[in-house]
């Protein structure tokens, strides 16, 4: 759903409030950042995750200063994250993220809600949509992406998830006790 900057309250430049003021509707340049990072937290009892207008998320289990699961800079300057998804063109190998960091370019529309938020682009003749959510009884982040192909030929496109854990309260603390690995049959 595109909502131009005359359908919403309140416009600031950035964004502004949709007509019945359930969304917070903003308009990114990934090239000009906002003032300051403006964030939505999605929680509850059991889990939980915040996500700023540029894509950086942190997400935590129960408790989010002793069980992050990927890290929290809480710097407004570079809005940094722990997590990321990345598209690409296997044909020609070009590589984009569905939000505006880490490899985002161009304008997206982002939509912060209650209990969701939404990045929405039109890019290399793809639409995207990624919709980040909590399932709403147990600590499950979801992240659900749309992809669309505008275009006249076929094309092949891979998604590749990145996750800095920290799975603890400190990542220095605990990366020396996090070890990954392929599980047989995964691949």
Same mark, same amino acid.
């Given at each position: 759903?595109?909502?131009s900057?005359?359908?919403?309250i309140?416009w600031?430049?950035?964004?502004?409030f949709s007509?019945?003021g359930?969304?917070? !509707?903003m308009h990114?340049?990934?090239?000009k950042?906002?003032?300051? *990072?403006w964030?939505?937290? @999605?929680?509850?009892?059991?889990g939980?995750?915040?996500?700023?207008e540029?894509g950086?998320?942190?997400?935590w289990?129960?408790?989010?200063?002793?069980?992050?699961l990927?890290?929290?800079?809480?710097? *407004?300057?570079s809005?940094?994250?722990?997590e990321?998804?990345?598209l690409?063109?296997?044909?020609?190998g070009?590589?984009?993220?569905p939000?505006?960091?880490?490899?985002?370019?161009?304008?997206?529309?982002?939509?912060?809600?209650?209990?969701?938020?939404?990045f929405?682009?039109?890019?290399?003749? @793809?639409n995207t949509?990624?919709?980040l959510?909590?399932a709403?009884d147990v600590a !499950?982040k979801?992240? @659900?992406l749309k992809l669309?192909?505008t275009?006249a030929?076929?094309?092949q496109l891979?998604?590749?998830?990145?996750?800095?854990?920290?799975?603890? !309260?400190?990542r220095?603390?605990?990366s *020396?006790?996090?070890?990954?690995s392929?599980?047989?049959?995964?691949?």
């Amino acid at each position: 759903m595109e909502l131009s900057t005359d359908q919403l309250i309140l416009w600031n430049g950035y964004g502004g409030f949709s007509q019945d003021g359930r969304e917070y !509707v903003m308009h990114i340049d990934a090239q000009k950042p906002t003032p300051a *990072p403006w964030s939505n937290v @999605i929680a509850h009892d059991q889990g939980g995750f915040l996500v700023s207008e540029r894509g950086a998320s942190m997400t935590w289990a129960e408790n989010s200063r002793e069980n992050r699961l990927t890290p929290w800079s809480n710097d *407004p300057v570079s809005d940094g994250s722990g997590e990321a998804i990345y598209l690409r063109d296997e044909a020609s190998g070009a590589v984009w993220s569905p939000t505006p960091e880490p490899a985002g370019s161009g304008q997206f529309q982002v939509r912060h809600g209650f209990g969701y938020s939404v990045f929405s682009q039109q890019r290399n003749g @793809i639409n995207t949509e990624l919709t980040l959510s909590l399932a709403p009884d147990v600590a !499950v982040k979801l992240l @659900i992406l749309k992809l669309e192909n505008t275009g006249a030929s076929q094309r092949q496109l891979s998604v590749s998830m990145y996750v800095e854990w920290v799975l603890g !309260v400190l990542r220095e603390t605990m990366s *020396p006790y996090i070890i990954t690995s392929l599980a047989e049959g995964d691949h």
